[in-house]
């Protein structure tokens, strides 16, 4: 009955967003569904794609292949959600005509539109949301207008089953409204029709966020499915599930794994921030100058269109200390044993890959959710230090420095890395056959296939 089910599933073309919706894939078709994974023009040049044996792929227009000039944030967005209703109705429309027609269509959370297209063509659908449930409510607090914007710098508010939240706590489109309007209602318009969802698929579990899953349960159907890690890496049930598979940067994997085994246990900071952010060239200096100051090993990945801020001269002068790569299979770095700490940007799946593995972290959020995060990382689950920026907003050298030696090898850093190792052990746990992201991919399908 259930190898009857498909399901179609289409992530927004981010790699943050790639990462989470496709491991979600494989949990689904592991449980029997058939499964079609549908990406879009834009990424497709760009996809670095392992065969999966789980899931199969389509690709669909999203405009990209019509643009001419450089677009705006703002029409990049419009663009996008017109050509993808468009081709997103004609493949739910041959698929409808096929031997096997879809039952239901799992969309990104960043797509609400994809939900109503769905149901027009007779199917249902839910969102997934590849962000943290705090960081949900607080966007759906948003939403319903129950938080001012912008937040005065300084101030605090509380809101249901959370710690009181700073300014520099909260998602920071929420008060850095002028520059990126169209971002900020991307993102809080993910909560504009959640309401008619019979489910609402969450890339977290119960017991990371305990508090606010059940404010948000209690209200809604909430399934929590994560950490929609790799399965090698957690409950080691998929054997063939060893990595996500599709990457929009070359990962050096060979590289990497070499030069982390050269190294003591613990004794390397690897530092990434992730497929998005950037850093102006003063912020690079400050980092150069405080990686060499630690004295630690680094691994380092600095994406190609960011080298050339780095200072002239900077691989070769660290070449006995540091390694600098454009993109590493992140996932095998954090599971390596002479990783010690992860300086991160705090995006989300970067947040759960490092509890999930247990490595302690340095906090450097930028922007979007990222400083919620940090917050959580800090105070909730106790498993690193944030770095604390100048007025001007730069992380200094000498403060870079303070925190890794602290989570590296200070005597705090050792409670963090007991703490994140707790961490790891429940991440697995929920994953495990019977855990409770486990039991709620398992009901979903089921519903799915009495439907
Ligand atoms: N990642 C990777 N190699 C790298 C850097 C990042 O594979 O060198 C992966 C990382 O494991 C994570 C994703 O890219 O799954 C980044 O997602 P995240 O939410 O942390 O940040 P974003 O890129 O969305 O800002």
Not at 176 to 189: E, F, P, R, S, W
Not at 368 to 379: E, L, Y
Request: charged residues 25%; aromatic residues 8%.
């Amino acid at each position: 009955m259930e190898g009857e089910t498909h399901i179609l599933v289409i992530p927004y073309p981010l790699q943050g967003h790639i990462n989470p919706i496709l491991q979600f894939s494989k949990r689904l078709a592991s449980k029997g569904p058939r499964v079609t994974f549908v990406t879009t023009t834009s990424i497709n040049k760009s996809i670095q794609a392992q065969a999966s044996s789980f899931v199969s792929f389509e690709i669909i227009s999203d405009g990209s292949e019509e643009v001419e000039r450089l677009e705006t944030i703002d029409e990049h967005v419009q663009r996008f959600k017109s050509k993808v209703s468009e081709s997103l109705a004609k493949l739910i429309q041959r698929h409808n005509s096929s031997k096997y027609p879809p039952k239901f269509l799992v969309c990104d959370s960043f797509m609400p539109w994809a939900l109503d297209i769905a149901r027009q063509h007779g199917i249902d659908g839910a969102p997934f949301f590849t962000q943290s449930c705090v960081v949900n409510a607080i966007y759906y607090h948003a939403h319903r207008g129950e938080i001012k914007m912008p937040l005065e710098e300084g101030s605090s508010i509380s809101l249901p089953s959370m710690p009181s939240l700073g300014s520099n706590d909260l998602p920071s489109f929420l008060f850095d409204t002028g520059l990126y309007v169209a971002l900020q209602n991307l993102l809080v318009n993910q909560l504009s029709n959640f309401q008619d969802a019979n489910w609402l698929l969450c890339n977290t579990f119960d017991k990371l966020e305990a508090e606010v899953v059940n404010w948000m349960a209690s209200r809604w159907t909430i399934t929590t499915v994560g950490p929609t890690i790799p399965s090698m890496h957690l409950d080691k049930r998929l054997e063939e599930d060893k990595d996500y598979g599709l990457n929009l940067f070359k990962p050096n994997m060979d590289t990497c794994m070499e030069w982390l085994d050269t190294k003591e246990i613990g004794s390397v900071v690897y530092i990434s921030f992730g497929s998005l952010a950037t850093h102006g060239e003063e912020q690079m200096e400050e980092i150069t100058w405080g990686l060499k100051n630690s004295n630690c090993h680094f691994l380092w990945v600095v994406r190609e269109s960011e080298v050339k801020k780095l200072p002239i001269n900077f691989q070769q002068e660290t070449t006995e200390k540091g390694l600098v790569v454009s993109w590493c299979p992140q996932l095998e770095v954090l599971a390596h044993k002479a990783v010690g700490c992860f300086m991160t940007h705090c995006g989300w799946n970067s947040t759960l890959e490092a509890l999930s593995l247990g490595v302690p972290m340095v906090a450097m959020p930028q922007w979007s959710d990222q400083p919620t995060n940090a917050k959580f990382i800090v105070d909730v689950w106790k498993v690193g230090v944030r770095i604390k920026l100048t007025e001007k907003g730069i992380a200094t050298k000498e403060e870079i420095e303070l925190c890794i030696k602290e989570v590296i090898e200070g005597e705090r850093g050792q409670i963090m890395k007991r703490n994140a190792l707790r961490w790891k052990e429940w991440a697995k746990e929920a994953m495990e056959e019977g855990g409770s992201s486990d039991k709620n991919i398992e009901e979903f399908v089921a519903k799915l296939a009495r439907s």
